[in-house]
């Protein structure tokens, strides 16, 4: 094991603080990446907090991880020394289940790993994320970055991007369809570049008529505020996909109007109960309302080539390690426009 620098909370009241961590020796899979940008997602404060329950500590945060390859293990073939290569939400996985095949490992049926907060399959210890100076993690997990791309605006895409891009992807968007984007944050502003570059007809829809503008800088092509009934009533029956990034409790009773026979919304935010639906909304039209994660690798790899061909990234600010704190009171208060990305040379 060897002892590199981190950033972390070793209590859910607590501050983060500079800690010591270990990462295992390098094994003959593995990839050893010296972390340059590292994003700031609200899980990590979720964590942080043990909101959802199960965060064992210390924890060192950070799922949105962009870096430089320092060295491989002797059976590495994909990655050398210099490559520029991203790791997201996890690091392993069991590879073996039906899910694992289908290269969907974010739905491992025997669990997947978690970049931090998770069990390392190698050593038996904790996980431990993207704050920290290096990261060592197996090659399989490994994502190759578009060198044309602007690296820094590149981390919020492995978390962020990911489950946005993941059910515009699986549900097949393309030219024609008429999208809506709900909610304009992290996720959201990710969901209106990509529906747009993908040639869908983009509609944000938010209850705040002062993001109009933003939105449609983004690519949105028009703005529907969902607290206008007048207006949301013209638009019944009209939508062919809603991704719904609101993440906290609310009602879609409004939303599910919005669609099409035999369209679908998705919901990617709101991991936790929602107001009660009502179920003829969907009967009467044959609707769906599903959930998505994040993707597999091979998906983020999708993605992150997406990206570089439509020279997509996210809208970001930058921070140093030192400012992590104030960082998560700001995105607790949505006062972030549209993700935090911390420049990891502050910590070296």
């Avoid at 199960?54 to 020394?81: D, F, S």
Wanted: proline letters at 3%; one cysteine or more.
């Amino acid at each position: 094991m060897k002892q590199i620098q981190a950033y972390g909370t070793e209590d859910k009241n607590a501050k983060l603080k500079p800690l010591t961590i270990e990462r295992r020796e390098l094994l003959e899979n593995d990839v050893d990446i010296d972390i340059l940008f590292c994003g700031v997602c609200h899980s990590d404060i979720h964590s942080a907090h043990n909101d959802w329950g199960g965060t064992k500590y210390p924890l060192v945060p950070g799922h949105e991880i962009v870096g430089r390859v320092t060295k491989v293990g002797n059976a590495v073939k994909k990655y050398k020394e210099g490559d520029l290569v991203g790791v997201g939400c996890m690091v392993d996985s069991c590879q073996d289940c039906n899910s694992c095949a289908e290269d969907l490992e974010q739905y491992c049926e025997n669990g997947m790993v978690g970049t931090y907060n998770g069990k390392d399959k190698h050593t038996g210890k904790q996980t431990f994320g993207g704050y920290s100076t290096s990261i060592v993690v197996k090659e399989e997990f490994v994502l190759s970055i578009p060198e044309n791309l602007e690296i820094k605006a590149v981390a919020p895409l492995l978390c962020a991007g990911i489950t946005s891009f993941s059910p515009l992807n699986h549900w097949k968007i393309k030219k024609g369809d008429k999208v809506g984007v709900i909610g304009l944050g992290g996720l959201g502003h990710m969901g209106i570049k990509f529906a747009h570059a993908m040639g869908a007809e983009t509609i944000m829809i938010t209850t705040s008529p002062n993001k109009a503008e933003s939105a449609k800088d983004l690519g949105a092509d028009s703005v529907l505020i969902s607290t206008n009934g007048e207006d949301m009533t013209k638009q019944n029956g009209t939508f062919d996909f809603l991704l719904n990034t609101v993440p906290v409790k609310h009602d879609i009773n409004p939303y599910i109007q919005l669609l099409k026979r035999d369209a679908t919304m998705v919901l990617v935010g709101a991991i936790e109960p929602l107001e009660p639906m009502n179920g003829g909304q969907l009967i009467l039209g044959r609707k769906r309302v599903a959930g998505s994660l994040i993707g597999g690798i091979k998906e983020t790899q999708e993605m992150l080539d997406f990206c570089g061909k439509h020279n997509i990234v996210s809208d970001i600010e930058m921070i140093d390690m030192q400012e992590i704190n104030t960082a998560f009171e700001r995105v607790t208060s949505n006062d972030v426009k549209y993700r935090f990305v911390i420049d990891m040379k502050s910590l070296k």
